[in-house]
């Protein structure tokens, strides 16, 4: 291969390896601003959650790596449908007017709580393995640890069972139903407490899985989340909010245009010139990139 | 609210419409001779940070109590006012004074451009649009050495050549009081008119006749200069700069404020500030504990007041009067019923 | 209507008794501090209180830092059971929020509330420029931070008289400690040990004060060696991504990567997955053993990487690395843990020779010693567990000596985790190894 | 004539809500806008406001092409509204509310925006205090509230969007005759509403759509009579 190709290919393969990872963490993002209409801002914490958990599970009671990550997507699972029963359900009680800035604010504080108890637990340790699978797979000139395609993989598995979840089961079809159309999908009968509370879980799952996935990348740490947190919402916002679905290419474009401004413009520029782009996108197609029926417009 | 004053003197009236209640008169003169009777520089210096982070959230609860916008990249302003002032300093020997103003309209400009390229979108997508710009301004500070020193931060010389903090100190409370003044003044002018009808209801605004898109970036230029100006004050005060004053946590800390103390009050974000700041020092000792309570304390606001500190004062001021007027027999229903909103 | 008004009233009067109450702890605080203006004559009884501000992150980004800052001083101290002379210490942990404005704030109510003698340690240089202007405003003498970067230095050259408090810088700006790795890939060329494909490099660092110093430096050094330094990435503080950095260079094909990272995850990432994507260079990582569990995340990948690092060579290291982790109950590391137990024994013996030769611990006298006898050269510390001799001389000041004999960082390469030293000359364990695929 | 619309078309998604409308309304007149739920009457009267623009066709306005102008501007232009589900200012007192439109919907603006604004709380009749808040306000109040704002822009034309929904006898004897007030002081009204009896009592001309399609249009007399209009409704009911 030549430079120019080996370049091209180099960006093509790094960006949909960290692409997928986003695509997972956005796809969470975007159930629970669809659904629930929360701007969740407290998705990292659940990523970092998720760390632990396979942390713990793996290095302490020495459970096998697929086991460790499926322990801590149950655990994220639990925790997010404890934090919705216990936070977000009092507040759609009491009020739901100014719902979104009101919950924007409650998740901030979730953030804050979540992060700093980490830190009071766990102290401030880097907690990290080597390897889940050691080993790497190369292709063509290029390695690829064997951890970060089978992140990837699991990443991908995880999107299209849940997407089969959305599509094909009576549950998920409520919960696309509440996204549509809240009082409508009250009117057929389908429990929104239920809806609310499993949508808030699953989505906790999925940064759960994502943080469980990449432990062996980056360590289990109380300020995990911030960086994967400004990721998903910059994908969220690409795609527009609340489409599920494009949420997945949307993660492997940011993860695509980061790899590139990376290689090109070096890493401090990455941030500025993918924003650039994203302004610019956002400019000419207000509903983001996969506008669609339904997707709530970011225009007024 | 507005009621209260109606039945007021002539000078309360004149006090009112600047948004004075002697009440607030009073606790201005406190805090103003405050630092001169307790000739402590560390409570002197306390109160700066309070009064000028309560400065900085009135100006947010400008934008985010009125046209309810949340200027999530707020931090990034401030942080423009900062470098803006410190380089004309550093590099030109410009007076600390003007590069304070410099730093205001520099702002002020940034926040013009921003609203024209985020302002049509809606709410909760606009904030995400300026914070996403912010995060981008913090990365070209970071990363403009040459201009910026970068991470290394920017020596700032002192707006005072004296050791004390007392100049600080009424300079800081001279630019919260005008901060307030004026925008107090605007909130009670038609403008301020134009920015509540947008908040409460979009829609109509626009079919009163109302141009959205001009008021609301007017609000987002006009709170963005005064977070310029604040920044070029924090610069001189405390002497070096780093990107890190455009950190996403500084919003945080600023819109905290603006909720706890109460959403389009203006002063409540001022209360929140001079009351928590201090709160937040003095628990120093606990460590991780205090932000744990901090962010217990943002959900139970969030949760059960969402009215704020503001909101509390007005359930008393409500129970003050139902008291008064069961003494003194049957009131105006309407009375009550306005003064809990 | 009776009842609402009830439970209207009540939830006044939990507001009420809320607003009291913090206004009472305020008043409680606040009212104290007038009251306990007391003399320095009170600290100057013979057996009264040192109080030892120490300025540190313990909150934020860096307050795993911070920890091992507190956790190494406090074993310093407690080694002589928290007493200098008859005097019992105190510590004054000032949470600087590695902030800057925080830190000059809490710097400035350990000063005039807790009445601190004497000012000690700091870790980030936006910090300490804030805090210097406090020192210099209250007359603190302030020994031995870290804040490593030139804005400090400058600011110290802007004013020595002004900001003579700040007395002595523990970690030197980075180029004068990075020209070590320098001479250690040279000598092991000169030697013929190593016969590079080309002489490129490339540059990569954390991106703030610290690594672009860094990389300043070392770009500068290089080329002074005939290096061509190909290219200078910056990594943003916490990135643990680095495939498409790696791929990059990789692509550049040059026979030395070489920077610094200032976070464990970030550098253990590189490291890891440097080895994954089979980068063909010698890689010098600077910083990369500064915190303590770095193997556990690097495992192997590490062998062979250079890094230029305080080491627990000596037996008195070894012995406190043991002792902190049978204490703490987690790996130092030598540069921050180590180091800062060190400083923090000179620190004591600058107390001591304080006690001995003006008198008494005061202040005035703190300032009085650092001024005439640490700074000077006269009192320096020998018996560090870490560097042969920290010294300050006129001409160095605010950074220590740097030399083979005084300060010095060994540079070592790391094999299964452990470090081999392989310059300078004198500490020698073995010399550097070229991985096969490289040869 | 004051309004015309030329084949106005607005789609939504692949449903075509407003198809080749075209109306003529003259000075002075209450034109009627009826149809089964659905037809896109509420549509049009969006697209002729400015709340979206329509993809195709054109608005005229006192001879002026008004096409994808702003809802704003359209106001400053002479027309104002009222919408279907009501939209106040809820933590302004009554009086603000229709301040709002005194201050900003007028061009130039009253030198007594106040007077003007409690003027107009008058002529409709407003029965509760002018500081009341809005907030506090139920449904029927609301939509008095809206009909003294829109009328404090001074406007030429005004749409009301089901003004009467929810009435009871009494209240729509009342407002039949705020209507006529209204027209008598020179405004041209055009009104969507299901009320056929309102609409059949003080309508000079009325356009009937469905499936965003005009289907009939004439006076009162003319459309009862109209088999189209009368299949429409009937097919409708069908359908529900």
């Not at chain 3, 008004?5 to 305020?26: C, D, G, P």
């Not at chain 3, 000179?346 to 005061?362: C, H, R, S």
């Not at chain 4, 697209?47 to 608005?59: C, F, L, Y």
Request: charged content about 15%.
């Amino acid at each position: 291969m030549d430079m120019d190709s080996m370049q091209l290919f180099n960006i093509v393969l790094t960006g949909v390896l960290r692409g997928g990872l986003y695509a997972l963490m956005a796809v969470g993002l975007s159930l629970v601003f669809g659904v629930m209409n929360i701007p969740n801002f407290a998705h990292g914490e659940f990523y970092m959650l998720g760390a632990y958990f396979s942390y713990f599970t793996y290095t302490y009671f020495h459970f096998g790596p697929i086991s460790s990550i499926l322990l801590a997507a149950v655990g994220t699972f639990i925790l997010g449908a404890i934090a919705e029963k216990t936070l977000f359900y009092p507040l759609r009680k009491r009020s739901k007017k100014n719902w979104i800035m009101n919950t924007f604010l409650l998740t901030l504080g979730i953030s804050i709580v979540l992060q700093n108890g980490a830190k009071m637990l766990w102290g401030n340790t880097y907690r990290g393995i080597t390897q889940y699978w050691p080993g790497k797979v190369s292709i063509a000139s290029f390695n690829i640890s064997n951890d970060r395609i089978a992140g990837f993989c699991i990443a991908m598995v995880t999107i299209a069972i849940f997407w089969l979840f959305l599509n094909k089961t009576t549950m998920g079809r409520a919960i696309r139903a509440v996204s549509q159309d809240e009082t409508g999908a009250s009117i057929v009968g389908v429990n929104l407490n239920v809806i609310h509370t499993l949508t808030f879980a699953l989505s906790c799952l999925l940064a759960g899985l994502a943080g469980a996935i990449l432990l062996s990348i980056s360590p289990a740490y109380p300020f995990m989340g911030v960086q994967p947190l400004y990721k998903s919402w910059f994908v969220l916002i690409l795609v527009g909010m609340g489409n599920i679905g494009a949420s997945i290419y949307g993660g492997l474009l940011v993860g695509l245009l980061e790899t590139f401004a990376y290689m090109k413009f070096g890493s401090g520029w990455q941030d500025v010139v993918s924003l650039a782009i994203i302004i610019m996108i956002l400019i000419f197609k207000p509903r983001g990139l996969f506008a669609k029926k339904g997707v709530k417009s970011v225009s007024e | 609210m507005e009621k209260a004053e109606s039945s007021l003197t002539k000078g309360g009236r004149f006090i009112g419409k600047f948004g004075f209640t002697p009440l607030s008169i009073a606790m201005l003169f406190v805090l103003a001779i405050f630092p001169l009777v307790l000739q402590d520089e560390v409570i002197t210096r306390l109160l700066i940070s309070a009064l000028m982070l309560g400065a900085l959230a009135m100006a947010f609860d400008f934008t985010a109590g009125f046209i309810n916008i949340n200027n999530f990249g707020y931090a990034a302003f401030w942080g423009v006012g900062a470098y803006t002032s410190a380089l004309l300093a550093v590099k030109l020997g410009i007076s600390p004074w003007l590069g304070m103003l410099a730093g205001g309209i520099l702002a002020g400009l940034l926040g013009l451009g921003l609203g024209f390229l985020t302002l049509r979108l809606a709410g909760i997508f606009a904030s995400c649009m300026t914070w996403f710009v912010a995060l981008a301004m913090f990365a070209v500070t970071a990363n403009w050495v040459e201009l910026t020193r970068g991470t290394s931060g920017l020596s700032v010389p002192p707006l005072f050549n004296t050791t004390g903090n007392i100049g600080y100190f009424y300079t800081i409370l001279i630019m919260t009081v005008l901060t307030y003044v004026g925008l107090k003044v605007i909130i009670k002018s038609h403008i301020g008119t134009a920015f509540r009808a947008i908040g409460q209801d979009l829609q109509a605004a626009q079919a009163s006749g109302i141009n959205v898109t001009k008021y609301k970036i007017m609000n987002f230029t006009i709170s963005c200069a005064i977070a310029g100006v604040l920044g070029g004050f924090y610069a001189h005060f405390v002497g070096i700069i780093t990107p890190t004053v455009m950190n996403t946590s500084h919003t945080v800390e600023v819109m905290v404020l603006s909720f706890v103390g109460g959403r389009g009050t203006i002063w409540g974000g001022l209360i929140a500030g001079l009351v928590m700041i201090p709160s937040m020092e003095y628990l120093k000792g606990l460590m991780e504990l205090r932000l744990l309570i901090y962010g217990v304390l943002m959900i139970v606001v969030m949760i059960f007041f969402p009215s704020g500190l503001a909101g509390l004062y007005y359930k008393v001021v409500q129970l003050i009067r139902k008291n008064a007027s069961l003494t003194k027999g049957k009131k105006e229903e309407k009375d009550v019923r306005r003064a809990g909103l | 209507m009776n009842s609402f008004l009830f439970k209207k009233s009540r939830k006044f009067v939990v507001a009420l008794t809320t607003a009291l109450v913090l206004s009472l702890t305020l008043t409680g605080c606040g009212g104290a501090k007038p009251a306990s203006e007391t003399t320095p004559a009170a600290s100057a009884a013979p057996n009264s209180v040192i109080k030892i501000g120490v300025i540190i992150p313990l909150t934020g980004p860096a307050a795993r830092t911070g920890q091992e800052f507190k956790d190494s001083i406090n074993m310093a101290f407690s080694e002589i059971n928290n007493k200098v002379g008859e005097h019992p210490i105190e510590f004054k942990w000032i949470d600087s929020e590695s902030d800057a404005e925080k830190g000059a704030r809490a710097y400035e109510s350990a000063i005039v509330n807790d009445k601190i003698t004497v000012g000690f340690m700091d870790w980030h240089s936006w910090v300490s420029v804030s805090c210097m202007e406090v020192a210099a405003k209250y007359k603190m003498p302030h020994f031995f931070s870290y804040g490593a970067t030139d804005v400090v230095n400058q600011k110290y050259k802007s004013d020595p008289e002004k900001y003579a408090y700040w007395m002595g810088k523990a970690w030197p700006t980075p180029e004068k400690l990075s020209i070590g790795y320098v001479s250690a890939v040279e000598e092991a060329i000169t030697k013929g040990i190593w016969k590079p494909e080309n002489k490129k490099v490339a540059l990569f660092g954390v991106d703030n004060d610290w690594g672009r110093g860094f990389c300043a430096a070392l770009g500068e050094q290089y080329k002074a060696a005939g290096w061509e330094v190909v290219a200078t990435e910056w990594v943003g503080l916490g990135e643990t991504e680095f495939y498409p950095l790696l791929n990059k260079l990789k692509g550049l094909n040059v026979s030395l990567v070489a920077g610094t990272m200032s976070d464990p995850s970030s550098v253990s990432s590189l490291i890891k997955q440097s080895r994954e994507v089979g980068l063909k260079s010698l890689i010098a990582s600077d910083g990369l053993g500064w915190v303590g569990e770095w193997y556990k995340l690097t495992g192997d990948a590490s062998d062979y990487v250079i890094d230029q690092i305080p080491q627990w060579t000596t037996p008195e290291a070894k012995k406190f690395q043991a002792d902190f982790v049978a204490k703490y109950n987690y790996e130092p590391g030598a540069a921050v843990a180590g180091m800062s137990y060190d400083y923090t024994k000179f620190l004591i013996k600058v107390l001591e020779a304080t006690e001995k030769d003006y008198g008494a611990i005061t202040t005035e006298n703190l300032f009085k010693a650092g001024k005439e006898k640490v700074m000077t050269g006269q009192l320096s510390y020998k018996d560090g567990i870490l560097m042969k001799e920290y010294k300050y001389t006129p001409e160095t000041f605010p950074d220590p000596v740097i030399d083979g004999d005084h300060y010095m960082f060994p540079v070592v390469q790391y094999f299964g985790g452990k470090p081999n030293v392989i310059w300078p000359a004198a500490f020698k364990d073995a010399d550097l190894k070229i991985p096969d695929n490289l040869k | 004539m004051i309004l015309e619309t030329k084949d106005v078309c607005k789609r939504f998604g692949g449903l075509k809500a407003v198809n080749n409308v075209s109306l003529q309304v003259e000075e002075g007149q209450i034109y009627g806008l009826i149809g089964p739920n659905g037809a896109g009457k509420t549509t049009l009267l969006n697209t002729i406001a400015g709340v979206h623009p329509p993809e195709a066709g054109k608005v005229f306005f006192r001879g002026q092409d008004i096409t994808g102008f702003r809802a704003d501007k359209i106001c400053h232009t002479g027309m104002a509204r009222t919408f279907q589900i009501v939209h106040s200012f809820q933590n302004m007192s009554v009086l603000e509310n229709v301040m709002v439109g005194s201050v900003f919907g007028n061009r130039r603006p009253y030198s007594k925006p106040a007077e003007m604004a409690a003027e107009m709380l008058n002529f409709v009749e407003f029965p509760l205090s002018h500081d009341t808040l809005a907030g506090n306000l139920n449904t029927i109040q609301l939509k008095r509230l809206e009909l003294a704002r829109a009328l404090a822009t001074n406007c030429k034309l005004l749409l009301l969007d089901e003004v009467a929904a929810g009435l009871t006898p009494g209240e729509l004897i009342d407002l039949t005759i705020l209507i006529r007030k209204i027209r008598e002081n020179g405004t041209t009204i055009i009104m969507v509403e299901h009320l056929m009896k309102l609409i059949m009592d003080v309508c000079d001309r009325i356009a009937v759509l469905c499936f965003g399609e005009k289907i009939a249009e004439g006076t009162p007399k003319e459309i009862m009579e109209n088999e189209k209009v009368l299949e429409a409704y009937l097919g409708a009911k069908y359908v529900l």
